[in-house]
Nanobody
Framework: QVQLVESGGGLVQPGGSLRLSCAASGFTFSNYAMSWYRQAPGKERELVAAITNAGVRTKYADSVKGRFTISRDNAKNTVYLRMNSLKPEDTAVYYC??????????????WGQGTQVTVSS
């Protein structure tokens, strides 16, 4: 069955960096686009970034452009989210999402369990 397992979350000070990873299994990873979403307390889940199956095209939320970078390693069945210049408003549970389309049209059908990112001094 499809599994998406996130890792790399934690507590970081404002201005710091984190790299999230999502290990995928149960489907042909290189055939599908992937994305990252986040959900802060009391807010709706929102798209952070997405990447096509070959990694050629990406899209980002305006709030993270220039600070976050989505990438993937199809040999490792893993998608990453590099987060720089983190702000307190980036605090949220981050979810990996993918496995149902090769195009930049998230959300897709499958979700990970989420990883907490807290930005605080």
């Amino acid at each position: 069955q499809v599994q998406l397992v996130e890792s790399g979350g934690g507590l970081v000070q404002p201005g710091g960096s984190l790299r999230l990873s999502c290990a995928a299994s149960g489907f042909t990873f290189s055939n599908y686009a992937m994305s990252w979403y986040r959900q802060a307390p009391g807010k709706e889940r929102e798209l952070v970034a997405a990447i096509t199956n070959a990694g050629v095209r990406t899209k980002y939320a305006d709030s993270v452009k220039g600070r976050f970078t989505i990438s993937r390693d199809n040999a490792k069945n893993t998608v990453y989210l590099r987060m720089n210049s983190l702000k307190p408003e980036d605090t949220a549970v981050y979810y990996c999402n993918g496995g149902s389309s090769r195009y930049l049209d998230p959300p897709y059908d499958y979700w990970g369990q989420g990883t907490q990112v807290t930005v605080s001094s």
